[in-house]
């Protein structure tokens, strides 16, 4: 059974997020969203491009700093979300799967 979920920049191999399932890390909608305390945000900058989605709101992407240079759209925060998710407000969200950038795993 999974309970821990790492996120991982797939170039260095290092642990950019790490969490456990619903302790640090909310599952919602194919979304990994980790608690920021668990998150390496030294590696991460949040930008000032934004997605809006219908229902949970505005969010901020998050690019990948990497010794090549930046890997943009790797994650996103909302600050501002709609009633019904203040639960991942604050939270970095991670896609389900590997992708540019980065890699999942979960133990």
């Not at 920021?36 to 989605?53: E, I, Q």
């Not at 759209?73 to 407000?89: C, F, L, M, S, T």
Request: aromatic share 12%; net charge negative.
């Amino acid at each position: 059974m999974t309970n821990k979920v790492i996120i991982r920049d797939r170039q260095t191999d290092e642990i950019l997020a790490e969490g456990v399932l619903d302790q640090d890390v909310i599952v919602l909608e194919g979304t990994y969203y980790f608690d920021p305390r668990c998150v390496r945000l030294d590696k991460l900058t949040r930008t000032a491009r934004t997605y809006t989605c219908p229902y949970k709101g505005v969010s901020f992407w998050i690019d990948l700093d990497t010794e090549d240079g930046r890997i943009e759209n790797v994650a996103w925060v909302y600050e501002d979300v709609k009633q019904g998710y203040e639960h991942i407000r604050g939270h970095i969200g991670f896609y389900m799967r590997t992708m540019r950038g980065i890699k999942v795993e979960t133990v």
